[in-house]
């Protein structure tokens, strides 16, 4: 098995961990900002989208930062020194007295984070080119299923142990990430010097469908705002559903990772589906599917309900990051892929900045249900500039 093949693997159960484990918080996360002495609802709401936020935010800024130094002193150094960084930051977070240390945890957290990014921009390199989209949507999968499944687990494991256990089982699952890397990932790289790097400005005249690309970063953006602005209220808006039963963290979980299930089951098929009609049809009507499903969210009745509809969502969930994906990989040229793998990623941080707080600040001023229906609009607003992006790439370009 070549080199890139045995990578791929191994990054791809390494993707899998890491999102799992930044994940399994979600379900009990307004729980745990109870636990630290927060009480008022709204507040409940809006702490829980800062925390969730605040890790994003400072990811959104170091990213680039990160990826420059990948480029010049090799990615599998920088994969360490993300999973072994945010193991610490999340088993600390088991120890915190009050809301503002954990905060500043969540801050710490993003400033070591990139693993999912960087094991993109390693793989991106040293694939073939004729099979890159396939092992970049592969690898895809992987962070995607990790972070929808993770919440099914953490739910579980809340129910059944402390909330502050589970930080440190999440911990764990980091460190697993950060040993499989050290010891089986392999990377022949060439140190790059610093006065030799391209600028921003060089790597974006590289390209031959500019447009194309930074339509495909707010897409980027748009799938982790819809994905992430519920999060902060999921828990919440399924007690509202289903009233005040014991289990109700595993019951949020179970709602939260149901799209896991269906993107593990359909992300392979959607990606070679992509290869014969084409990817950029793919993303489209898998946007066109998002925004169908968000508004029937917004007005379940039950938690069966809103499940069913979640992990119809899941389907599209599968097929918006792979795709999105393969299309950079198939129009970059390698020698800067590693940087736009860069950008694509402080895209997605911003989408997982802007999701949490959008979604805390409009279900504390108007409702759980409005959040869905804001999101269906933001999605609205994405399918028409990929529609006019790729419209001008085929007659333009």
């Keep these: ?125 040293q694939v073939p080119r004729h099979r890159s989209g396939q092992a970049l949507g592969m690898l895809s999968t992987a962070a995607v299923s990790g972070v929808l499944i993770g919440p099914l687990i953490g739910g579980f494991l809340a129910d059944l142990f402390d909330m502050r256990l589970v930080f440190f089982l999440t911990g764990t699952l980091l ?30 005249g590289g390209l031959e469908h500019p447009t194309l690309i930074f339509s495909l970063f707010f897409t980027t953006m748009i799938i982790q705002v819809a994905i992430n602005s519920v999060n902060p209220i999921m828990t919440l808006y399924v007690r509202e559903l289903a009233g005040n039963v014991q289990n109700i963290a595993f019951i949020s979980g179970v709602i939260a990772s149901v799209p896991g299930v269906a993107a593990l089951l359909t992300a392979p098929r959607l990606g070679k589906l992509g290869d014969k009609i084409g990817t950029e049809r793919i993303l489209f009507w898998a946007l066109c599917g998002s925004l169908i499903l968000q508004i029937p969210m917004a007005f379940a009745q039950s938690p069966i309900e809103l499940g069913i509809l979640r992990f119809l969502l899941g389907i599209t969930d599968g097929a918006l990051l792979p795709a999105v994906q393969s299309l950079l990989a198939k129009n970059t040229p390698r020698h800067i892929s590693g940087r736009i793998f860069g950008y694509n990623q402080s895209f997605q941080y911003v989408g997982n900045v802007v999701g949490p707080l959008a979604g805390s600040a409009i279900a504390a001023h108007f409702g759980y249900s409005e959040v869905f229906l804001v999101v269906a609009g933001i999605i609205f607003i994405n399918i028409i500039i990929s529609f006019f992006a790729n419209k001008k790439i085929h007659q333009g370009n």
């Design 1 to 125: 098995m070549t080199d890139w093949k045995k990578n791929l693997y191994i990054v791809w159960i390494g993707c899998f961990l890491t999102g799992t484990g930044l994940n399994l918080i979600m379900p009990f996360l307004p729980l745990y900002i109870e636990e630290l002495g927060v009480h008022n609802h709204a507040q409940v709401s809006l702490w829980s989208g800062i925390a969730l936020s605040s890790t994003f935010l400072v990811s959104a800024v170091m990213s680039p930062i990160w990826g420059s130094l990948a480029d010049r002193k090799g990615r599998r150094v920088m994969l360490l020194r993300a999973a072994l960084g945010m193991c610490l930051a999340m088993a600390l977070m088991g120890i915190v007295t009050n809301v503002y240390q954990f905060v500043g945890l969540r801050l710490l957290m993003g400033i070591f984070s990139g693993y999912i990014s960087t094991a993109n921009a390693l793989i991106a390199t």
């Design 175 to 204: 460190a697993c990430s950060f040993f499989l890397t050290l010891f089986f990932v392999k990377e022949n790289f060439t140190p790059v010097e610093k006065h030799k790097m391209l600028t921003a400005r060089q790597v974006i």
